[in-house]
DNA sequence: TATATTTCTTAATCTAGATTAATTTTTTAA
DNA sequence: TTAAAAAATTAATCTAGATTAAGAAATATA
């Protein structure tokens, strides 16, 4: 299973077959059930993750008490409390599987070795950020242009097969608007 | 004036004196008056900007006619439209000098070049990157769980020096709000 | 120094989406 | 197969912030 995140490499970088076998063994496999977390607030988060299967959620709690869903992990992504893990700060996220999921995980103080040895790694990870980057630029620029109304069906058009796979409420958060709002708009979409 | 620049990359990389003398060699300076555009909409963005001196502002039109802001760019940050310039897609953003600046350029071509041969580069681009990535996340939390008065106390007490630095329209888009509403919250907070 | 342009403020009115609360539907688990 | 828990819906009411429209300050330019 490990042949996922090995193909997934070779989309954007060229290790050797040696260097790339050597990443691949600093990796364990981790089932997760639905529900459970894979980071939670407060704790430190010593690895970064790699989804073969499943879905997650990334959420914070605000002073209301209310969870707010900040972003969507599903296969082949990488996982982890960004902030925490780069510098080693308690997390102020959860992390918790909306599925039954399965991960690969590494930690930090292996992927740092690698990454001080190898170029194509570095150049692996400085284009999966690229990649991460262009996708949150648009997403604010989304925020800051669209209606709720507009955010949800813009969502629903991209992503046609994952909003099937995630309860409503959890989409409403990532949108950033009540459960009771989305409903509204599926609601006067019917009509 | 390149040397802020080495200063900046000797931060968080090690590349070799030659390595990143080579680098350096690959950029030229520019200067840019207040008011005048970097990349402009429509346009194939196909350099990467460093600033050494100034800021600047990103943003779109949208529908209305409204220019939104994005981000600002100050000293010591890199600049591009990273969607246009990652997938070489006609810009859908502006940059604009918010001052009389100074930036170094490089061409796309040559930062390609540098970044198949250089894992040092390599690393410091990625970490530039993981910062650019924690940022986000965190604005995208606060623009999910602050009101607007909250977002802009926030930012205040962040950047205070900076709020004196640009015009008040342009902070109250970048918060996602209209300039009235931004007099209403400083008229209220006088009291 | 005067004039034009850009930026900021104030105030009245309006609306997208929040809140509250009750009800229904779906899913889970015993 | 049924009770309990979780998720979704509906509807009434409320509010943060938008919109519109003027005018006042500040800045730039002649």
Redesign the pocket.
Known sequence: MKDQLKNHILQFANPTEKELQSFLDLFDLKSIE?KEYLIQEGQYCRHQYFILKGCFRSFFVNR?G?EKVINFGIENWWLTDFDGFINQTPSEINIQAAENSQVLKISKTQLDIILTNSLELNRYFRIILEKVRIADQRRIQFMYSL???E?YQVFCDHNPKFVQRI????LASYL?????????I??RKKL
Do not use: C, D, H, V
């Open positions: 639905n209301k209310i209606s709720g109304e955010l309860p409503q409420y959890m950033g608007f009540t459960p009771e709002f989305l409903s509204k599926r609601a």
